[in-house]
Nanobody, 124 residues
């Protein structure tokens, strides 16, 4: 399994931006499909964005489409989530996740490895 460590969370006003980073260990990072998920207090963990192994294909939850951008750097073993136009409802702990199986990128159960999460708080 790959080890994942998120960073970049914090407190931001509505309309602001943050960029989350996820550092992955191991030499086989390029073989993993990567995703970002989030979990707000009292709610279930939900899909945010996913990216294919080569970074060509991405998918987004409807709630973040047009505001968030997922990207990856397979040389640096990093995956990013650029978040613009943040809203109070984006407040959550954000998790980076990795999987080796293709397809179903929105499904939590298909991901093999998870980071510890980073808190994002958006004030109104």
């Amino acid at each position: 399994q790959v080890q994942l460590v998120e960073s970049g969370g914090g407190l931001v006003q509505a309309g602001g931006s943050l960029r989350l980073s996820c550092a992955a260990s191991g030499r086989t990072f390029g073989t993993y499909y990567m995703g970002w998920f989030r979990q707000a207090p009292g709610k279930e963990r939900e899909f945010v964005a996913a990216i294919s192994r080569g970074g060509v294909t991405t998918s987004y939850a409807d709630s973040v489409k047009g505001r968030f951008t997922i990207s990856r750097d397979n040389v640096q073993n990093m995956v990013y989530l650029q978040m613009n136009g943040l809203k109070p409802e984006d407040t959550a702990v954000y998790y980076c996740a990795a999987k080796t199986s293709a397809g179903a990128s929105r499904s939590i159960s298909t991901y093999d490895s998870w980071g510890q999460g980073t808190q994002v708080t958006v004030s109104s």
